[in-house]
């Protein structure tokens, strides 16, 4: 039945529609697995060497964020914040779609790095002080090399979450790729041929971007470890 | 063994009881109440052609009707169905069934509403439904039963009108005419789409976006109600709304057709809206409805959407 009546013509005709929502979706998942990746080292770090203060800051950040549904996140910030006592936030819909996964993928990202972090054999630290580095000139030529390599794998699925993610931001209506699909779907009402064309793209371009940090991936991994 | 039998017996039993219990509570009521009233004063039986088979048989509509809608399809305080097109359907019930308590209402958004039409969970739905080429296609429309006409909801210190739309983030609902008028029009414009006319008011209201372009009868009930929104002068996309039908049931088409007109030529359209908008309000509305003579006509053949200022 499905076969029978569906109609690629209407696919092809929309193609500039996917488009549209698909560039939406590639630049908040680009600022969102960049800003993720920032705030996993700098927190991860911290965590890592317990830096006081930031760390325990860090803590709450990831429980808050680990323990509530991304969807409650997006609707705090696009719906609670505005209403801040006192300082009300407003922010334009392109704003909160990044910050949504930013700080979404920043918490999972900083238990990513902080386990890479730890895994890093102490006496390397040590050999690292003994030459005559500080402690940050240790964490950036001995501990982040070694490190961000070992968290290299978990951040990739971070990564690929991140652009999935992305797909909640039709709650608030966010033009992204499948508020796009959902918007065409009320409008035309070929629901097959739309969620079809939806999941195959996303499909594509998660697989590619899996695909180009494998290869990334095997190219940075640690010599031993190959 | 024995025991489960038993144990099954006595189950199928009380299963029998509520069964006959829950099926004779609301019949027995219908007859104490119809009886009574029935008798004395029974207007003229409006001529009608006969219901669809379906309908008639089952002895009462489901009808599909928005939930999130005031003044057309709402939950009122004590959680009933209420608002224009609610009352429009009763007014189906009471003169197929004699009562208005005759449907059942299944709450549609305007996403849904279609889709739900189409799988026959209803047999018809009066949800604020504009004619539109593309809906045309998918269902058969009644004559109109309303004509709304598209409106600005923006902050009360906002400079936004329809001439000024360019840069400027736009929100309505999801599958609306406005969203596609937009987008045809507009190519500088923002547009945010969410699934309910609350969601879009708290956009405007949060910052999110500068304006809401929807229905005025929604809009303005808004407007009234909150100090901090007001709406602009442009009035836009003028287009009749219609009572959504499955497409080739002729019978359904027939029916709901000469249920409307009857009602127009007994301008009871004007009593229902009396019935929904603020008393102050409803002179800006008596163009709105169909009334003996005024007559709306769906722009067929003709891409509203593309139509742009």
């Known amino acids: ?226 | 063994m024995r025991r489960i039998g038993v144990a099954a017996a006595l189950l199928l039993l009380a299963a029998a009881v509520f069964t006959a219990l829950g099926a004779a509570a609301p019949g027995g009521k219908v007859v104490r109440t119809a009886a009574p009233l029935a008798k004395p004063k029974k207007p003229a039986k409006p001529k009608l052609p006969p219901l669809p088979s379906a309908v008639k048989s089952r002895k009462h509509w489901e009808i599909g009707v928005k939930c999130d809608f005031p003044p057309f399809g709402f939950i009122d305080v004590r959680g009933n169905n209420d608002g224009y097109d609610v009352q429009v359907a009763q007014r189906f019930a009471q003169l197929a069934f004699g009562s208005k308590k005759k449907v059942n209402f299944t709450c549609v958004t305007t996403p849904s509403r279609i889709p739900t039409l189409m799988s026959s969970r209803v047999d018809i739905i009066v949800s604020t439904l504009t004619w539109t080429q593309a809906r045309a296609d998918q269902i058969d429309f009644s004559i109109p039963y309303y004509s709304a006409t598209g409106r600005l909801l923006v902050p009360n210190n906002s400079s936004v009108t329809v001439p000024t739309l360019s840069g400027k983030t736009v929100v309505t609902t999801r599958g609306a005419l406005y969203a596609a008028w937009t987008r045809n029009c507009f190519k500088n414009t923002k547009l945010l789409e969410v699934d309910s006319p609350a969601l879009a008011v708290s956009a405007v209201k949060d910052g999110r976006a500068d304006t809401f372009m929807f229905d005025d009868a929604f809009l303005l009930g808004v407007a009234t109600q909150d100090r901090d929104v007001r709406l602009t002068n442009d009035k836009f996309l003028n287009v009749p709304w219609g009572i959504g039908i499955r497409k080739g049931e002729t019978a359904m088409s027939r029916w709901v057709n000469a249920a409307l007109r009857y009602m127009k030529k007994r301008d009871e359209f004007v009593k229902i809206l009396r019935a929904n908008a603020p008393a102050r309000l409803v002179s800006s509305f008596l163009d709105n409805v169909p009334r003996p003579k005024n007559t709306f006509a769906y722009p067929v053949g003709k891409d509203v959407t593309a139509i742009c200022p």
């Open chain 1, 1 to 226: 039945m499905l076969a029978a009546n569906f109609d690629w013509q209407f696919i092809w005709d929309h193609l500039p529609d996917f488009w549209e929502g698909l560039k939406q979706t590639l630049k908040v998942a680009a600022i969102g697995i960049a800003g993720s990746l920032a705030i996993g080292i700098v927190l991860g770090a911290a965590r890592a060497h317990r830096v006081p203060v930031v760390s325990w800051l860090a803590a709450t950040y990831v429980e808050v964020i680990r323990n509530t549904p991304i969807l409650v996140q997006i609707f705090f910030i696009a719906g609670a914040l505005p209403h801040f006592p006192g300082h009300p936030i407003r922010l334009e819909p392109f704003t909160i779609a990044w910050l949504a996964v930013v700080v979404w993928g920043g918490a999972y990202n900083t238990e990513n790095f902080r386990a890479g972090f730890e895994a890093v054999p102490y006496r390397y630290r040590e050999a690292g002080l003994a030459l005559g580095f500080g402690r940050l000139g240790t964490f950036f030529n001995v501990t982040l090399p070694i490190g961000a390599r070992i968290a290299l794998p978990s951040t990739i699925n971070t990564n690929a979450s991140v652009l999935k993610n992305t797909s909640l931001l039709t709650a608030i209506g966010f033009a992204e790729l499948t508020n796009t699909a959902y918007s065409l779907e009320s409008e035309s009402f070929k629901a097959a041929e739309v969620y079809f064309a939806l999941g195959v793209t996303y499909l594509i371009v998660v697989w590619t971007l899996s695909g180009l940090t494998r290869v990334v991936e095997r190219r940075l991994a640690l010599p031993e470890a190959r």
